[in-house]
């Protein structure tokens, strides 16, 4: 059995991203939840699957909270970054299998206000090894992890910092276009080149936000999702890979590749479509470099080929392949990239606003997580 | 060392699979795992090896030498404990064994840095119980 076009993301909703919710997460992800729900046309009662995130909420506080009278289906999907569309996967997995009807995947963090990137990644098992070998000697945070990835990528095809530049440039222009961005003002290569380096080749506007909010979705059959309120975003394939040496990047034989490209076939191949015919693409963007391996690992451009693709403006809007037209990680806020799925389902029914990619008909969503998980989704309007 | 000459860097905390490499460092000697079932020599320390499964682990020592793979140069401090360090360079390395170690590299300018360059494992002992392995440059044979 495949997974193709038997899920479709029925309801999404977000509440206000800042730097300082002044909230629990808990509540943040239930504010989120409801509006998922309700944008889906379900009742709370409805919902009888969820995926929580790592993040100290778990699905008892949504049985609790929401009235849930029999949830049938519970798990976590542990990829960091990749979570959310690895959700998405396991989703469609339970539904498929006649487990569950509606599943919430909610995503929510005090991530700017509360224990910052550096601190938190010491309790993650996921950087257990990494904990082990590799911090005590100052390798601490993802920034000085993976940027030897991007180091090796520059060596090797003569990848330049301004071409890593341009990613930041055009994400930040389609935040500013977004209604509830945290990064709102205009950046210039010549100001990403000026903003100070915080481990080499990374320099501060090559880092992602750290950020307070909370964003959630709603899973549904695809034969009940066209009943609902909303125009049903079919997931037309979805796949998650892992790299080679999951645990430290250290040890990958090809450092230059990611999970996602063991991950991309399998979801093309499901999808049955071709690269042509992605309209728009939200790319996970915890780092610039990240953002240009994943267009290659994809297939978007040959491996080596991610700068001059980036610098040819393929990746703005009203190029060959618009990404991360909400803004991103980089400047919208950082929601583990459930913000992404969210533009995703925004742009394929047609209410993205000032950065609707005209006629979108079909997108792709990836995750990239921990030492390079990746997860990636094919989705179309319904 | 902080100011009060605690030591307040992170520190690990080794494991029964990882005990015998942080105890070898302690003797400056770099000991990698060698599978007892087929030969094979694997870092960082793990109880199996991935290709013939076995669980019965060596240890030998590794040579020290190695070239450069990749790197970073490190600007911020993640940690308070690194802050008199910045900027430290941090390099990927493949030792002569065939496999990789990560490790502060001092005493080359960042300008100098390419893959391939040559450097080799030095010791240092940071706090009673706990020697860390750093790199420097090979000298020229
Ligand atoms: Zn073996």
């Known amino acids: 059995m495949s997974l193709r076009e038997k899920g479709a993301i029925t309801g999404v909703g977000e509440t206000a991203y800042s730097k300082e919710s002044g909230r629990s997460v808990l509540s943040l992800q239930l ?211 892992h790299p080679d040496s999951p645990s430290v990047i250290t040890q990958r034989p090809d450092l230059t590749r990611l999970g996602v490209a063991k991950a991309a076939p399998r979801a093309f191949a499901m999808a049955g479509v071709s690269h042509d015919d992605i309209d728009v693409a939200e790319i996970y963007d915890c780092f610039t470099y990240i953002v240009m391996c994943q267009l290659e690992d994809l297939g978007f451009c040959k491996k080596g080929e991610g700068g001059p693709f980036v610098e040819s403006g393929a990746i703005r809007l009203g190029g060959k392949l618009p990404i991360n037209t909400h803004g991103g990680l980089l400047s919208q806020a950082h929601m583990v990239g459930m913000n992404h799925i969210a533009e995703l389902v925004r742009q394929l029914r047609g209410e993205a606003g000032k950065a609707q990619v005209a006629d979108a008909e079909i997108g792709l969503v990836t995750g990239y997580g921990d030492m390079g998980d990746g997860s990636v989704a094919i989705m179309r309007r319904g | 060392m902080s100011a009060t000459g605690i030591y307040n860097k992170l520190v690990p905390e080794p494991t029964p699979h990882s005990a015998p490499y942080w105890e070898g460092l302690n003797q400056r000697k770099l000991l990698l795992q060698k599978c007892q079932g087929c030969g094979k020599i694997r870092h960082y320390p793990q109880p199996m090896c991935a290709a013939c499964h076995s669980m019965e682990v060596g240890w030998v020592e590794a040579s020290g030498r190695g070239t450069i793979y990749s790197w970073t140069i490190t600007h911020h401090a993640f940690h308070p404990g690194v802050r008199q360090d910045l900027p430290y360079i941090l390099a990927t390395v493949v030792l002569e064994d065939g496999v990789r170690m990560n490790a502060q590299l001092r005493g080359v300018p960042a300008k100098t840095l390419c893959i391939g360059l040559p450097v080799r494992v030095a010791f240092e002992t940071v706090k009673e119980g706990l020697t860390l392995p750093y790199l420097i440059p090979e000298e020229p044979a």
């Open chain 1, 31 to 241: 504010e989120a939840s409801l509006k998922a729900i309700e944008d889906a046309g379900l009742k709370p009662t409805d919902i009888d699957g969820v995926i929580p995130y790592a993040s100290g909420v778990v699905a008892e506080d949504f049985i609790t909270n929401l009235g849930l009278p029999d949830l049938r289906f519970s798990a976590v999907t542990p990829l960091g970054g990749a979570s959310c569309v690895a959700a998405v996967q396991c989703a469609v997995a339970a539904i498929a299998s006649g487990i569950c009807n509606h599943v919430l995947i909610p995503v929510g963090r005090n991530g700017a206000s509360q224990g910052r990137i550096g601190t938190r990644v010491q309790y993650m098992p996921q950087f257990r090894v990494v904990g082990e070998f590799e911090m005590p000697l100052g390798a601490i945070a993802p920034a000085q992890l993976y940027a030897p990835m991007a180091r090796r990528h520059m060596e090797l095809y003569g990848t330049t910092s301004q071409q890593l530049g341009e990613i930041a440039v055009s994400t930040r222009a389609n935040a500013i276009l977004n209604g509830n961005a945290v990064m709102t003002k205009p950046m210039s290569i010549e100001d990403h080149q000026a903003s100070r380096m915080i481990s080499d080749p990374f320099r501060l506007f090559d880092c992602s936000l750290e950020s307070d909010g909370a964003c959630a979705i709603v899973v549904s059959g695809a034969d009940r999702a066209r009943d609902l309120r909303r125009p049903p975003v079919v997931v037309m394939g979805v796949a998650e890979g």
